[in-house]
């Protein structure tokens, strides 16, 4: 009996256009839009393609930014895409050209004279101030209005000055001994954008079954008298409810695969995921989404407000809940929001099981909040809940 | 000797602005088509929905096959089936899998093939239920009530809505069950249909029963009326003059005038010598037997589609 009416629910759910869209497409869509555009914005994976003009003829000088470039131009990895592409060109104005039509994202160009100032700096710096004129200086051209390219420029700018800087060190010239050192804190892995996203999304696939399928579903099946003739038959409400409970969950798996093997294949994404501490956060994740599925469907009384509360409470859950970008941060006005907000504490335990990100909140809360809401809401919802307008007998 | 297949005493069901249920007690025989008949809130759905366990009753005692239970029971329900006022199913499921879905219900059920040969939907086995007309849907209804093989079976006004030719469908499936001699109980406010299918005709209004009889016994208790019928535009004093022959009081509807009468020949001569003295055009007339929708009128003093 319960085969079946799984059965039937499961069928049911996967004939349903906009089910199949929102809880099985639309993850993967809001993953690759997101992925896209936070990779991008921090440089991950850029590549970045540049004409190198060099009027400078052999030397000294010229030979050392020669190697400079080789070295940024080869990646550390033989699959991997390099930091900098070096494009050859004919001359200046063919380069021109090519940056002007955004083929390439910067010119770097060597001057006539670079060699012999380089020289002058390398044998005379000890003895006597170098005036600015005979500095030997490197030409960087850009097209403004344009994120790569100016990225591209800072970029080569860093890398020359860290040039500048180990020469002088080698030349034992005196220089201000400073230099910026990053640590990160708490991560430990390699960061990745896609897996950051990985997580967030799929607790969101698993919220949007829980309060779109589940939620919904229950209100239409009251609406329509479809639990009222199933209470004319000797079909237990147990039953029904675990076949109506396992049929989404199904779904919440469907769509774990589905985007796991997605991300997998074209992003790389780590197998963290799988970490066991990562699997209890996103089994209390499916147990939350499925009690707020349940709530909603007690306190609804019709599908449409059903689903105008679904969307009251899961966009601005899952937007402050920190599934697309940390929220610790946000403004003290709505930090109130954040740490009551249960999809903040599984998001951020997720990741912190992944070894994305070390969440500011103790290990505990992380698990002991969505559990007391997941209690809350299944409390509520078995005292209002109604089969059929609380006269079924 | 007959055996009562379903007895309910004194059942009640009260809400705070309607008595929808007001003390009822009747009982039906195994193989008989047994019918609620009455106009909209009468109570019908009520009484049928308290029985099938919709609903609980506030007082009032069922029993099914010989057992006393306060509604009936989940192993009652084995031997029940339903089809409900306004049925919907699980979205997006074809017509053999609804079947195959509700067969999983009970212990014992029919090949689906045969059910769907039942209700003559061997054609649409394999469409969506949603995409089906209104008489085919409820054919799908009324095919997941047999489902079961039941001995008892509720259909909650099956026609209602319906187009002719989809309503006759309805009757023939009802005549074919009482012929299998499953016990049907029937609710409509279709005097007609109630006439035409049932053994029993139990007269429900304001919740209460206001009379139970065979549907000859009902209109004979009406004694030996015919009914002459008109369109015509009567003054005041015409009806007056009509309420001094030989009739019952006549009735207006509209431009419809209706004369029950014992004296049918008189009342016939005398309408149209009076109508000819009168140059009135009498359009549409006709003669016809009583009915059920006169028997309540007579007892109710309203027609059952006011």
Redesign the interface.
């Known amino acids: 009996?319960r085969?079946?009416?799984f059965k039937?629910?499961l069928?049911?759910g996967l004939?349903?256009r906009e089910t199949i869209f929102w809880t099985l497409l639309f993850p993967l869509i809001i993953f690759t839009i997101m992925v896209l555009i936070f990779s991008n914005m921090t440089g991950e994976d850029l590549n970045f393609k540049m004409a190198v003009i060099d009027n400078s003829g052999d030397g000294m000088g010229s030979t050392i930014i020669h190697q400079v470039f080789e070295g940024i131009s080869t990646p550390e990895n033989q699959e991997d895409e390099p930091l900098y592409s070096i494009i050859d060109v004919k001359n200046k104005n063919q380069a021109l050209d090519l940056l002007k039509e955004q083929h390439i994202d910067l010119i770097v160009e060597i001057p006539e004279n670079f060699n012999q100032n380089f020289n002058q700096v390398v044998f005379f710096s000890k003895i006597s101030a170098i005036s600015s004129e005979n500095k030997p200086t490197i030409i960087i051209e850009r097209v403004p209005m344009r994120n790569l390219s100016q990225i591209a420029s800072d970029i080569m700018e860093q890398i020359l000055a860290e040039v500048n800087l180990e020469a002088a060190k080698r030349m034992n010239v005196k220089i201000p001994n400073a230099s910026i050192s990053t640590e990160i804190v708490g991560q430990t892995q390699n960061f990745n954008y896609a897996d950051y996203f990985l997580a967030g999304i799929l607790i969101m696939g698993f919220f949007s079954t829980g309060f779109f399928n589940m939620g919904i579903n229950m209100t239409?099946?009251r609406k329509?008298?479809?639990f009222?003739?199933?209470?004319?038959?000797?079909?237990?409400n147990r039953t029904l409810f675990y076949a109506t409970i396992l049929s989404n969950l199904v779904f919440m798996a469907i769509s774990f695969v589905i985007l796991l093997i997605y991300a997998k294949l074209f992003y790389k994404v780590s197998w963290a995921i799988f970490y066991p501490e990562s699997i209890l956060f996103l089994i209390i994740s499916a147990i939350l989404s499925l009690s707020f599925g349940i709530f909603l469907g007690s306190v609804s009384k019709t599908p449409n407000s059903a689903s105008a509360l679904a969307n009251i409470l899961f966009f601005p859950m899952q937007f402050l809940g920190g599934l697309y970008f940390p929220v610790f941060d946000l403004s003290p006005a709505i930090k109130w929001f954040i740490y009551i907000n249960p999809i903040t504490y599984l998001a951020a335990g997720v990741r912190q099981s992944m070894g994305l990100m070390e969440a500011p909140l103790p290990y505990f809360s992380l698990i002991l909040v969505p559990m007391l809401w997941s209690i809350v809401l299944l409390l509520i919802s078995v005292k209002i809940f109604k089969w059929?307008g609380g006269?079924?007998? | 000797m007959s055996i009562k297949i379903l007895e309910v005493k004194n059942l009640k069901k009260y809400y705070p602005s309607v008595k929808a249920v007001d003390d009822i007690t009747f009982s039906i025989e195994k193989g008989t088509v047994f019918t609620l008949l009455g106009p909209n809130g009468a109570g019908k759905t009520t009484t049928l929905e308290i029985i099938e366990g919709i609903k609980k009753a506030d007082e009032g005692r069922i029993t099914f096959l010989e057992e006393e239970m306060k509604h009936v029971s989940d192993e009652a329900k084995q031997k029940i089936g339903v089809s409900l006022q306004s049925t919907n199913f699980i979205p997006h499921l074809k017509v053999k899998e609804v079947f195959e879905l509700f067969a999983s219900f009970f212990k014992k059920s029919l090949p689906v093939e045969d059910v769907i040969g039942f209700v003559s939907l061997e054609e649409k086995r394999n469409d969506l239920v949603e995409k089906l007309s209104g008489g085919q849907k409820q054919r799908v209804a009324i095919g997941c009530a047999l489902i079961n093989d039941p001995d008892m079976v509720f259909l909650d006004e099956p026609t209602t809505g319906l187009d002719p030719q989809a309503r006759r469908n309805i009757w023939g499936i009802i005549e074919h069950l009482k012929s299998q001699g499953k016990t049907v109980f029937l609710t409509t406010h279709y005097m007609e249909e109630a006439q035409k299918l049932s053994d029993m005709v139990c007269i429900m209004d304001h919740g209460k029963i206001i009379a139970i009889d065979t549907p000859f016994g009902h209109i004979k208790k009406l004694g030996e009326f015919n009914y002459v019928e008109f369109a015509a535009e009567l003054e005041q004093s015409d009806i007056d003059e009509l309420n001094a022959w030989d009739v019952e009081e006549v009735e207006i509807e509209g431009d419809n005038v209706i004369i029950p009468t014992k004296s049918l020949h008189t009342v016939l001569e005398k309408l149209l010598s009076w109508a000819k003295r009168k140059e009135l055009d009498l359009n549409d007339i006709s003669v016809r037997q009583p009915n059920l929708e006169d028997v309540f009128l007579s007892l109710t003093g309203r027609r059952l589609r006011d």
């Open positions: 009996m085969n079946q009416l039937s629910l069928i049911s004939r349903e239409y099946f329509k008298g479809i009222k003739r199933f209470a004319c038959t000797p079909l237990k059929d006269e079924i007998a």
